[in-house]
């Protein structure tokens, strides 16, 4: 079965800095989708970035860009210049090419100090 | 272009009722997902459903059923209800398999 591990409970970040989130996986398939979402204090689930197993180059969304390392099972997020904004519990996401679930990890609740 | 609606937002019962949840997909969208967010246990696929029809189910008891309905809208059923089916229940959708899922704002309930 797949599995998500997050293995940061809580992350601090001082405003306009850098962070980055982690995120690991365990899988036997060879193509599988990733993902990271945002979910604010007001429970709305955000989608922040997407990854294809497939492709070699790491996905960038503006300030927020993650480091795919298939053969280390690693998908972690980079968040640059953090904004108040930012502050929410961010959960890593593993679809698998055939399936239709997305397999959650425990979440890191991101905060951000001004 | 509307998001992903639900309703109700918040819905309290009491132990062995049933409880009804409803979802709106996203126009255009034809998949609907239904996840439970309970504390301490993260979030947890339920039920998939894509065209009208039920194409996977998460490890749940049959208590736990839903539909599509012709216009993609759909339905969550939670029967006998338990005082641990309290969570946060989520219902996403997408335009197809193995692509993002755009969520709604859930609903929250409460079972006494």
């Known amino acids: 079965a797949q599995t998500v591990t997050q293995s940061q409970p809580e992350m601090s970040v001082q405003e306009a800095e850098t962070v980055t989130l982690s995120c690991t996986y365990d899988t036997s398939e060879s193509d599988y989708y990733l993902f990271w979402y945002k979910q604010p204090p007001s429970r709305q689930m955000i989608l922040v970035i997407r990854q294809e197993a497939y492709k070699q180059q790491n996905a960038t969304e503006n300030r927020f860009s993650v480091n795919f390392q298939k053969a280390a099972k690693s998908f972690s997020l980079k968040i640059s210049d953090s904004q108040l904004g930012d502050a929410a519990m961010y959960f890593c996401a593993y679809s698998p090419e055939y399936g239709n679930k997305l397999v959650f990890g425990a979440g890191t609740i991101l905060r951000v100090k001004s | ?112």
Do not use: M
Not at chain 2, 6 to 20: D, F, V
């Open chain 2, 1 to 112: 272009e509307a998001g992903v609606t639900q309703s109700p937002t918040h819905l309290i019962k009491t132990r062995g009722q049933q409880a009804t949840l409803r979802c709106s997909p996203i126009s255009g969208h034809t998949s609907v997902y239904w996840y439970q967010q309970a504390l301490g246990l993260g979030l947890q696929f339920l039920l998939w459903y894509d065209e009208g029809e039920e194409r996977n189910r998460g490890n749940f008891p049959p208590r736990f059923s839903g539909r599509q309905f012709p216009n993609y809208s759909s339905e969550l059923n939670v029967n006998a209800l338990e005082l641990e089916d309290s969570a946060l229940y989520l219902c996403a959708s997408s335009t197809g398999r193995r692509l993002e899922q755009y969520f709604g704002p859930g609903t929250r309930l409460t079972v006494t």
